[in-house]
């Protein structure tokens, strides 16, 4: 019973710690580019825009799952006081909604972006006391200045974005820009895993009268601490495999000294090597299931407490990682079993009843 709690306890603490690092690293991924491009295509130092046509060619990439035109332009506001810097990003709603998921982050108003509305960042509400259905003057990149409706008030849940982020409808951003309908400022693209994007970004950079932005490039802090994370995870699960094997071999390494002269005996009525060794490998994967079925049921405890965490994150159970326990557990189980396995299968029952 003890050395199955042990197994226990070493597999659920691996399901566990697997299962925290994996959802932490989804969320922290998911926080920072999920709502937001993986790829941006901009036009290259000889041109001033990028085709809408280029978003045809680029869907057709087997990892894009999204991507829109858009213009980006920067914005003044003033009050007579203090001024505020925005930058704006023109699109229609349904594209920026596919990208930046506005639609279920409004706090305040509602989301569309009809003619000459615009939609900004809670911060910058706050900031500048403009709320919606209030007028928004901004002095646009040329010295004109444009007025528009705030629509709705948005909650990226970064500080940063909410207060210089806006979005502003398709038509109003090319008026701002002096834009035909075909030209635009990016082309922003979301990939089916954010991990793949440089290989789709690779693949991209050889299209004519653009340079590709991949946001690997220019989040190689948050790269490094996911691989620290993922390391420390690996480096725990290996200690308590270590452990586990450990506790496993000295437990039936034990038995076998125990059960020497049993095992003479049997062998001298007739069993063989094989089927005495059989014996501890049999004794080995009843151990290890056991341990796995009861450690399978401790990480999920241990899941379900930590939803009770003051946390901002859910730790999810990964299928993946629960099987590779298993297996492992299991494996370790029958490896410990080898050494006692084959000392008793070489025994000399003659020696073993003589010495006895």
């Not at 400022?185 to 299209?207: C, N």
């Amino acid at each position: 019973m003890l050395i199955i709690a042990g197994i226990a306890v070493g597999i659920g603490i691996q399901v566990f710690v697997g299962s925290l690092i994996t959802s932490l690293q989804a969320d922290l991924v998911d926080s920072t580019v999920g709502s937001s491009p993986h790829i941006t295509l901009l036009p290259d130092d000889d041109a001033d825009f990028v085709s809408g046509a280029l978003v045809g060619e680029v869907s057709d990439d087997p990892l894009v799952t999204t991507a829109i035109p858009v213009r980006r332009l920067s914005g003044i506001y003033t009050n007579g006081e203090d001024s505020l810097a925005l930058s704006v990003t023109a699109g229609t709603s349904d594209d920026l909604d596919s990208i930046y998921r506005l639609s279920g982050r409004i706090t305040e108003g509602s989301y569309r972006l009809d003619m000459a509305e615009i939609l900004v960042g809670i911060g910058f509400s706050e900031d500048a006391d403009v709320h919606a259905g209030d007028q928004l003057p901004l002095v646009l990149p040329y010295g004109t200045v444009g007025e528009y409706t705030v629509a709705g008030v948005f909650d990226l849940g970064a500080a940063a974005a909410n207060d210089r982020l806006a979005f502003l409808d398709d038509a109003s951003g090319a008026a701002a820009l002096g834009q035909g309908a075909d030209e635009y400022s990016a082309i922003e693209i979301q990939v089916e895993d954010v991990f793949a994007s440089t290989e789709t970004a690779d693949r991209l950079a050889g299209i004519d009268g653009v340079s590709v932005v991949d946001w690997q490039d220019e989040n190689e802090e948050l790269l490094s601490g996911l691989a620290a994370q993922s390391g420390s995870s690996l480096m725990i699960q290996g200690f308590v495999l270590v452990a586990v094997a450990l506790g496993i071999a000295s437990t039936l390494a034990i038995s076998a000294v125990q059960k020497t002269r049993q095992i003479g005996i049997l062998k001298a009525m007739g069993m063989t090597d094989g089927s005495a060794g059989r014996i501890f490998l049999w004794q080995a994967a009843l151990l290890g299931v056991a341990g796995v079925l009861l450690g399978i049921g401790l990480g999920y405890a241990l899941i379900w407490g930590f939803s009770f965490a003051p946390v901002d994150f859910t730790v999810r159970p990964q299928a993946s990682l629960i099987l590779i326990s298993a297996a492992i557990g299991i494996a370790v189980a029958l490896a410990s079993a080898i050494i006692p396995s084959r000392s008793t299968s070489r025994l000399d029952p003659i020696e073993v009843i003589q010495g006895a």
